[in-house]
């Protein structure tokens, strides 16, 4: 079975631009979350979303979006990008709350 | 903000000793679990152990819980240069997992 897949690998945008980020699931998997990684951080939580309802919001601004489609894919939105949008963008999936997550490689953002 | 602290900050040891990592985290959770991360590339899930659970083990891992102490560590048995990598804790409390700023293991030929 295929892992958790994200795209673009890598992204390069100027500051002010939008940018959007795709995501899809482990099949059979509903639960979709995004995160956020600085270089030399943890990852901080952005989004959860479980049956395409937002199910947890983590603290970013609301320049950060996200949606879930029919099939479970997720988009995650990012309007006016700032130089400290910069970072590695993380999407991750899991069946059932409280289950183990499993990441995709993620999307590496870097804003000029 | 992040719930989860790891010590040390950054560990080495020679190939073959165990390593030691522990999390400390705040408030009450559901489960924690334990990532490795190679050179900022995606999250690999290591174990989770639930709230009600004291010790779990997969093959060289140990991870051990104190929900009294709001505390956890993870014990890498018998180490080998693939161990190099970071390694997280993650509290898992309803609609979030938060993270802490992980543990950097370099393993020593």
């Known amino acids: 079975d295929a892992g958790v897949t994200q795209s673009p690998t890598h992204l390069i945008k100027t500051r002010g631009q939008h940018v959007t980020l795709r995501c899809s699931p482990i099949s059979g998997h509903k639960s979709v979350s995004w995160y956020q990684q600085v270089l030399g951080q943890g990852p901080q939580f952005i989004f959860q979303?479980?049956?395409?309802?937002?199910?947890g919001r983590g603290n970013f601004p609301d320049r950060f979006s996200a949606r879930q489609f029919p099939n479970y894919s997720s988009e995650l939105n990012v309007n006016a990008l700032l130089l400290g949008d910069s970072a590695l963008y993380l999407c991750?999936?899991?069946?059932?709350?409280?289950?183990?997550?499993?990441f995709g490689p993620g999307t590496r953002l870097t804003v000029l | 903000s992040q719930q989860g602290e790891e010590d040390p900050q950054a560990l080495s040891i020679q190939e073959g000793e165990n390593a030691t990592m522990n999390c400390s985290y705040k408030?009450?959770?559901?489960?924690l679990q334990w990532y490795r991360q190679n050179s900022g590339r995606g999250l690999v899930h290591l174990i989770l152990i639930r709230s009600n659970e004291r010790e779990k083990h997969s093959g060289r891992l140990r991870v051990t819980l104190d929900t009294s102490k709001k505390s956890s560590s993870l014990l890498i048995t018998a180490s080998r240069a693939a161990d190099t990598a970071s390694y997280f804790c993650?509290?898992?409390?309803?609609?979030?997992?938060?993270f802490g700023k992980g543990t950097r293991l370099h393993i020593l030929p």
């Open positions: 408030t009450s959770i559901n489960n």
């Open positions: 991750a999936s899991r069946g059932a709350a409280y289950n183990e997550q499993f």
């Open positions: 993650a509290t898992d409390a309803r609609d979030k997992i938060i």
């Open positions: 979303y479980y049956e395409k309802e937002e199910r």
